[in-house]
T-cell receptor, first 115, second 116 residues
């Protein structure tokens, strides 16, 4: 079975500081993709970043980077220079080539950026 | 504009009254999916579709039906809604491609359903 674990229900960070949101995953498939989504209070789901299991380098997208440690099965999201607009729920998700078509999400982490 | 649309956005209904939530995408995506979001549980997949006339169960399919008669549409049907189906529902779509590839899912705005 596939599973995503996010152990931080809530996080606080000071504006302009960096923050790391934890994500660990469990899968027996060798080929999979890891995704991070942001859900602001307005409710929409916004795609942030993707990491493939065979990618050699950690993914980066602007202020977002993914700290991918395959042996530890972790895919932590790092947000640099936090902004007030980063306050939101953040979901880690996984999709694999072999495990049917399921796209599995973690329970989410609520990030609050303090001024 | 590329988008996934859902209707209605908000719905309050009563137990047992059949309802349909529509979902439509204009990106020619093969893959479409329905999720429900509940506090503390994240998003859980209800049903998905790999293409027209091809659908399959996700993790929480009980009490739901879907159909995929056209590529762009993927309605979610609750034949006899119950209070435990009160939730926030999302439709999503993506290109099929290699499943673990960067086939980003595009999400609709969500439908908040309350079943009394």
């Amino acid at each position: 079975a596939q599973k995503i674990t996010q152990t931080q229900p809530g996080m606080f960070v000071q504006e302009k500081e960096a923050v790391t949101l934890d994500c660990t995953y469990d899968t027996s498939d060798p080929s999979y993709g890891l995704f991070w989504y942001k859900q602001p209070s307005s409710g929409e789901m916004i795609f942030l970043i993707y990491q493939g299991s065979y990618d050699q380098q950690n993914a980066t997208e602007g202020r977002y980077s993914l700290n991918f440690q395959k042996a530890r099965k972790s895919a932590n999201l790092v947000i640099s220079a936090s902004q007030l607009g980063d306050s939101a729920m953040y979901f880690c998700a996984m999709r694999s080539d072999n495990y049917g078509q399921n796209f599995v999400f973690g329970p989410g982490t609520r990030l609050s950026v303090l001024p | 504009e590329a988008q996934v649309t859902q209707n209605p956005r908000y719905l309050i209904t009563v137990t047992g009254k059949k309802l349909t939530v529509t979902c439509s995408q204009n990106m020619n995506h093969e893959y479409m999916s329905w999720y429900r979001q509940d506090p503390g549980l994240g998003l859980r997949q209800i049903y998905y579709s790999m293409n027209v006339e091809v659908t399959d169960k996700g993790d929480v399919p009980e009490g739901y039906k879907v159909s995929r008669k056209e590529k762009r549409n993927f309605p979610l049907i609750l034949e006899s809604p119950s209070p435990n189906q009160t939730s926030l529902y999302f439709c999503a779509s993506s290109f099929r491609g290699r499943l673990a590839g960067n086939n980003e899912q595009f999400f609709g705005p969500g439908t908040r359903l309350t079943v009394l």
